[in-house]
């Protein structure tokens, strides 16, 4: 017995155990050794419930715990995990594992739904709480050898980081195994013309067969483990043609070698080893910087705040809970910390990082009055916020939420792929016992090799990491540019969508008005008229007046002052400025002081506001909601692509043919209420089309939810951004940027997929035959196989970089 299978003491019940991390639990920061997947969860439940000094003070060892029956799993049902929740599972190689898993769990009485992300390692399971519960879960699933407990950030993160090094460490040894080898076979491949006698290929051969040990004993044993796992459940995955290709290999060598006739392997095992877990180290890779994407989400919420509840006659701080944070309360935010809830700056002046929340890379300056979301970092100095939503409701925690939804179902082509992967591995098989006994009836001495290279060659692995390697990088590119995929079908419904739908307030344009033009009517020049106009408007906080502030302030004009103002709800501003009265509003308004009508009328798809004084009219300002400035390019992109772009707004028709007219869209129709507008898109869906709907609003929530795929606006309402598929991140003036990203992500990762794909199902059926035919050797077909797999991973990694 080898190092690798030394027995150990089972730290939970004493019984033998083999040592290694077979069975492991993590015991006061120690790895502890399990005889068993019943023990591990027990003495796991026990360390995480803070009970591990039950070790320390014990009088005897526990009683062998079970997998399905223990106490300890018990304590996972008091989480409060009523009808739901996301469970992290270690121990993921293939989609048949995905396969195996859902049904397994799906099969408990009472699980309503089991839907597993392979890329996070996330199973994502609804359950009715009076049939069902975590324990008979995570116990089903111990059962059929992967261990499961619900999903902790840093519990996982710490996982993958021990995988990492595992792996990393067994990748040397096969890759120093395999160049030792080389040494040693390319000299007696070279020695063809018998230079090289029968006693020195020996050594050569009994020197291979020692370092191959080590690769085959330690290296590949995660292939061995998983193989033994799947044959004892009665479902071969994909490890189960990887290890009996390389024990047959291995087998065979040792047995020609040790019978001094026929050929050796060993260079072709220590190969296929080293290239196989090099392509596993790219998965792995893969996978931990998908998960890493949102759960950096998950790991910025500050767990407290500093509440000033004595502002502002005191200003002494205490610290609280953030999730004690309710409307109203005041906080104070110092240089670096996270803000705990959404608020709006009382006092101070600071740079907010927003990077997390909008994948904004500048940070953003902001001062009192304006608001500061929940997540974003503060940067320069400390500043006093009101918060107006508590920690739960803060956007950091809304995005959370969203994220969460991510991942719990699969686009149609991860699905596709799982079938096939959870049956290709049961045709491999038999197609490799029909190519062994063909072999042996025509020519014994080729029955071995062929079959060995049938399952060497073959690449399942392939077929499995298609779709859900190119989609994790594709959704982690996403929420790098600013857009957040809450369902997994975006990306592949986005690239088939036939028609764009948009909304025009607040989507295509900024949904708050600017000031287009000033038109002087009388001695005054537009400039004085503007400073009149902005005195006026110096303590109103309706959006026409903080347009006019907004343009004097553009054009450097000093302020004036304006005295006894007077507001009409619904109609003006009356004043005095420099013992002059005027009137600021409406055209019938201004007309009651001027005792005239207005000169001309309002400029089309504008809100016009007037200026009279006495008996004369002075200015009109023409405001509009103006267009986002990328809102033309992506009309463009869009339309460049085949795809035909509408706009459905609930505005009066002049002003939405406006916004149409300067965006080139055909099709334009105003004054849509939101039934009218879910009944526009249920017309076209129809008619065949695939519908994208794109709004921020209250009412557009109905139509967001039933497009085939929907889009809502970050700064938007939230019962929009719930009913949406997906949520672009406002980035600061990104607007509708990240909408574009999208759309060009969706096309290169589709492409990418059927590429993946394609690639896997065209070399699968051409070199299973090669080497079913005899004419690949298993040190060529495990080349081909480890190279398969690195080049689709590869592939889909591409979807991560930047254009």
């Known amino acids: 017995m080898n190092a690798m299978t030394e027995l150990a003491a089972c730290y939970h019940c004493g019984e033998p155990a083999v040592e290694g991390p077979r069975w492991q639990a993590n015991v006061a920061g120690q790895m502890r050794t399990m005889c068993c997947p019943g023990c591990a969860a027990a003495a796991q439940a026990i360390a995480d419930a803070g009970l591990a000094d039950y070790y320390d003070t014990r009088s005897g060892f526990a009683t062998p715990a079970t997998e399905s029956d223990t106490p300890a799993l018990q304590l996972y049902d008091e989480l409060g995990l009523d009808g739901g929740a996301v469970f992290t599972v270690e121990g993921l190689r293939c989609a048949a594992c995905v396969w195996l898993i859902e049904r397994r769990v799906a099969a408990l009485p009472g699980v309503q739904s089991a839907v597993l992300n392979v890329a996070t390692e996330r199973l994502h399971l609804r359950w009715e709480p009076a049939v069902c519960r975590p324990s008979i879960v995570i116990a089903a699933l111990r059962g059929i050898g992967y261990t499961a407990y619900p999903y902790d950030a840093t519990r996982h993160g710490a996982q993958l980081e021990r995988a990492r090094k595992a792996l990393l460490r067994r990748l040397f040894v096969a890759g120093l195994a395999m160049m030792q080898v080389m040494m040693y076979a390319v000299p007696v491949y070279l020695a063809t013309d018998g230079t090289m006698d029968a006693d020195m290929t020996a050594l050569m051969g009994w020197a291979s067969f020692l370092l191959t040990l080590p690769a085959v004993s330690y290296c590949a044993w995660p292939f061995l483990r998983g193989a033994w796992l799947d044959l004892r459940r009665g479902l071969p995955g994909m490890d189960v043609p990887v290890a009996l290709g390389i024990l047959a290999a291995f087998i065979g060598s040792a047995v020609s070698l040790v019978q001094g006739q026929g050929q050796v392997y060993f260079d072709s095992i220590t190969m296929f080893v080293f290239l196989l877990l090099g392509s596993r180290w790219l998965e792995l890779d ?9 759960e950096g989400l ?12 004595g502002w502002p006659a005191s200003r002494e701080p205490e610290t609280i809970a953030a999730d004690r944070l309710r409307p109203g309360d005041v906080i104070l935010v110092p240089p670096g910390q996270t803000v705990a809830a959404d608020g709006v700056i009382l006092e101070g002046r600071t740079e907010a990082d927003l990077a997390l929340l909008t994948g904004e890379s500048r940070t953003r300056a902001v001062g009192p009055g304006e608001q500061l979301p929940g997540g974003a970092v503060n940067v320069v100095q400390a500043v006093t916020l009101r918060v107006e939503s508590c920690a739960a409701d803060s956007t950091l925690a809304m995005l959370v939420r969203l994220s969460e939804r991510a991942g719990q179902d699969k686009p149609k082509l991860a699905q596709w792929a799982d079938r096939v992967g959870a049956w290709f591995v049961l045709v491999l098989l038999l197609l490799t016992a029909a190519v062994f006994a063909f072999w042996h009836a025509v020519d014994q001495a080729r029955a071995w090799p062929a079959a060995v290279a049938v399952l060497v060659v073959s690449c399942p692995c392939a077929l499995s990491l298609a779709t859900p390697t190119a989609l994790a990088a594709a959704l982690e590119r996403l929420l790098r540019h600013g857009v957040l995929a809450v369902k997994p079908h975006v990306l592949e419904t986005l690239e ?19 000031l287009r033009d000033t038109v002087a009517l009388g001695v005054l020049d537009e400039i004085e008229c503007l400073r009149i106009a902005a005195a006026l408007e110096a303590g109103s906080a309706h959006p026409l007046a903080l347009a006019l502030r907004e343009a004097v302030d553009a054009c450097g004009a000093g302020t004036l002052v304006a005295q006894d103002v007077d507001t009409v709800v619904g109609q003006g ?38 200026l009279g004084s006495g008996e004369r009219w002075l200015a009109r300002f023409d405001l509009v909601d103006a267009l986002r400035p990328e809102a033309p390019a992506l009309v463009q992109e869009l339309q460049a692509r085949g795809k035909t772009v509408l706009l459905l707004s609930g505005d009066d028709d002049d002003a939405v043919r406006a916004v149409a007219a300067e965006l080139g869209i055909r099709d334009a129709r105003g004054r849509r209420l ?19 709907m794109v709004g921020d609003g209250i009412n557009d929530a109905a139509v967001l939810s039933g497009a085939d795929v ?15 598929d997906c949520v672009l991140l406002d980035a600061g003036d990104a ?37 079913a035919s005899g004419l690949l050797n298993p040190w060529l077909s ?22």
């Open 286 to 294: 893969a996978r931990r910087k998908a998960a890493r994407a949102l």
């Open 298 to 309: 998950q790991d910025a919420a500050p767990a407290t705040a500093l509440r000033l509840p």
């Open 496 to 514: 088939r969508a036939t028609h764009v739908v948009f909304d025009k307030t607040g989507t295509l344009t900024r949904g708050r008005p600017l």
């Open 573 to 610: 501003m009356e004043g005095e400025v420099a013992g002059r009265r005027y009137r600021l509003g409406s055209a019938a308004f201004v007309a009651e002081l001027t005792g005239v009508g207005a000169p001309l009328g309002a400029a089309p798809g504008t809100s016009a506001v007037w």
């Open 674 to 692: 939101p039934q009218d507008k879910l009944d526009a898109v249920r017309a076209l869906q129809s008619q065949g089309a695939v519908v994208a």
């Open 710 to 724: 929907s889009f809502a606006m970050g700064q938007g309402a939230q019962l929009a951004q719930l009913h949406a």
């Open 735 to 771: 607007g509708l940027a990240p909408l574009g990203e999208a759309v060009r992500t969706a096309s290169a990762c589709v492409r990418v997929i059927r590429q993946n794909l394609g690639w896997a199902m065209l070399y699968n059926l051409v070199a299973i035959p090669a080497a």
């Open 782 to 803: 495990g080349l081909g196989m480890a190279g398969s797999s690195a080049l689709v991973v590869l592939n889909a990694l591409r979807l991560r970089g930047d254009r």
